[in-house]
């Protein structure tokens, strides 16, 4: 898979998190902060956010 740049709504599809709860947990270091794309523009690596879906997920098997 080739990494790529998601959105914002993009990565609330991914995850299912709101945007409140998105940036609540970035806030507190529990997701990847954005990346810069342009002056009034963020986003996400493909790539940061699977691996933040696939820890998420062993997370919750182990419990």
């Not at 998190?17 to 940036?23: F, M, P, Q, V």
């Not at 997701?31 to 997370?59: D, K």
């Amino acid at each position: 898979m080739t990494d790529r740049i998601l959105r914002r709504p993009e990565v609330e599809r991914i995850t299912g998190l709101s945007k409140s709860t998105l940036y609540r947990m970035i806030a507190r270091g529990d997701f990847p902060a954005p990346a810069r794309i342009g002056e009034r523009a963020v986003g996400w690596h493909s790539r940061i956010v699977m691996a933040w879906l696939t820890s998420a997920a062993e997370s919750r098997e182990t419990c």
